[in-house]
């Protein structure tokens, strides 16, 4: 038995990276580009995380922000087609023989390719809406949704230009984002990316998608949600349906340490989206930081006490949870700041096998690192409603919120990649995201990995080309004796020579 539900939408108007409410709150939504660090590389991952500690503390003025992962598909016959016209017209065929191989191997050995793009939302201080908008949102929204959202925008765009007191407040965002080369979205982006909170799992015409909602703000949640009794929620949507399940994450180690689950989630051979809403805690006052945990300091400070006395065995738990709250009270006493933050992963597929089976390796590879993740059986509408771009995180959201200073909510290691080579390039190959030794077994070693290698060498010289470092070609390969260092260079000689550059050097 299956239960049906909506969730409206309640964004009025977008205007560039900035998004208005039906309630006057505005959001600034931004890309934050994945910084390139090697597993191995340690004291990158220290720099890095000491960037994003210092841009967290300088949103605490804003009160909260989200941070998501998102899994973005890969059009691999669009990036081999951009290749392909590059190949010298004598040797295109052989190229399109290579191209089809390799398309042909890669989609059976890994269904789909994906990669991950990070985005920071945070809002701003509140749109003052007059009495009259107010009133027409409260007496018409429902029964009048369309009429009422076209008055109001037409009421917002041209008479009050809501976004023009919100310019200044954007500007000095992106500079303190600047740490982490945060660029503030596209008006098209923030209008797809919106709409993508609807279609999880369904591979959409995104022109289509953004026609539509250019067209109507309102058809951004043209998707219908049912609640299954299994748990998972059966997305359907005119371009098609999907399953989808939420997966709170309930529970950190007590030592977080380099705990970087980032890197972790980007080694899954299956997409999964991470969102983080957080919110800041006040370190002072009855209700602050500081008082709760003296509170609770002396309240386990006095069981432990009394249990010494009686000769009791004290228990771990307790001993452990009086030294996380001495943490606390320091850090307080030394200006760090804290967060209450809700963080939940979403996986999708086509059948509820699909889904479990995702699901235990989420948890087996979540355990691993000490974290546990719960199934959440009965909060999907909760968390569908919840995991929205747009939606912040509460007092009177309580389940799964987990507290840390921020200092220890860096140990995540967000904002990382692993990615080595090209967008568009040939396929060399399989990238390593272990530091096993697999004593030369590469089946293994292949199976392990869902990430390909792709290089294309003289984008190099090309223009405008996002993320390029540099413009020489030259290239380094090191190895251990036999361990194929002659065979990719002659592999890499051969691919390459398909290109018409190497025509017009020689």
Request: hydrophobic share 40%; aromatic share 12%.
């Amino acid at each position: 038995m299956k239960k049906k539900a909506t969730w409206e939408n309640h964004i009025l108007a977008v205007h560039d990276n900035l998004v208005l409410k039906d309630d006057g709150t505005v959001f600034a939504m931004f890309e934050v580009p994945a910084s390139i660090i090697s597993m191995m590389d340690f004291n990158a991952k220290e720099n890095h995380k000491n960037s994003v500690q210092a841009v967290i503390t300088s949103l605490y003025e804003n009160l909260g922000f989200e941070i998501l992962m998102k899994p973005i598909t890969k059009d691999l016959l669009k990036a081999y087609e951009i290749l392909l016209k590059d190949c010298d017209p004598r040797t295109r065929e052989f190229g399109e023989y290579l191209l089809e191989q390799s398309y042909t191997e890669l989609m059976n050995e890994l269904g789909s390719l994906h990669h991950h793009k990070f985005f920071m939302t945070i809002p701003l201080t509140d749109f003052e809406l007059t009495g009259d908008l107010k009133k027409m949102m409260k007496q018409g929204w429902q029964r009048f949704r369309k009429s009422v959202v076209n008055l109001i925008r037409r009421e917002l765009e041209f008479s009050l230009k809501w976004y023009e007191s919100y310019k200044q407040n954007a500007q000095n965002l992106e500079m303190n984002l600047n740490l982490i080369q945060a660029r503030p979205l596209k008006q098209e982006e923030t209008l797809l990316y919106n709409s993508l909170n609807y279609l999880r799992g369904i591979e959409v015409n995104q022109d289509e998608v953004l026609a539509d909602v250019k067209n109507a703000i309102e058809n951004m949640d043209d998707t219908t949600v049912d609640v299954r009794s299994d748990g998972l929620l059966e997305i359907h949507h005119p371009q098609g349906s999907s399953l989808l399940k939420f997966l709170p994450l309930a529970d950190y180690p007590e030592v977080v340490n380099n705990i970087h689950l980032i890197e972790h989630l980007q080694t899954l051979p299956f997409p999964v989206e991470f969102r983080i809403k957080a919110r800041f805690r006040k370190n002072k006052g009855a209700l602050g930081m500081e008082a709760t945990a003296e509170r609770n300091r002396d309240r386990i400070g006095t069981e432990l006490s009394e249990a010494d006395e009686k000769g009791n065995v004290t228990k771990s738990s307790s001993v452990g949870a009086y030294m996380i709250l001495e943490d606390i009270i320091s850090g307080v006493d030394n200006g760090e700041y804290f967060l209450d933050f809700l963080p939940v992963f979403a996986i999708t597929g086509s059948t509820p096998d699909e889904i479990n089976y995702y699901k235990k390796m989420l948890m087996s590879s979540m355990e691993g690192l000490g974290i546990k993740v719960v199934s959440s059986q009965f909060d999907q509408p909760y968390l569908f409603y919840k995991m929205r771009s747009t939606e912040e995180l509460t007092r009177s959201d309580k389940y799964w919120v987990q507290n840390m200073k921020v200092s220890a909510f860096v140990e995540n290691l967000f904002f990382v990649s692993q990615k080595i080579g090209s967008d568009v390039g040939f396929p060399f190959g399989r990238v390593d995201h272990t530091t096993l030794n697999w004593a030369g077994n590469y089946e293994k070693a292949i199976a392990s990995s869902p990430t390909p290698f792709f290089w294309n060498m003289f984008q190099a010289n090309k223009e405008n080309i996002d993320g390029k470092l540099g413009d020489s070609p030259h290239t380094l390969i090191v190895g251990d004796t036999g361990s194929g260092k002659s065979f990719f260079a002659k592999l890499a000689f051969r691919r390459f020579s398909l290109d018409f550059t190497v025509r017009n050097w020689l």
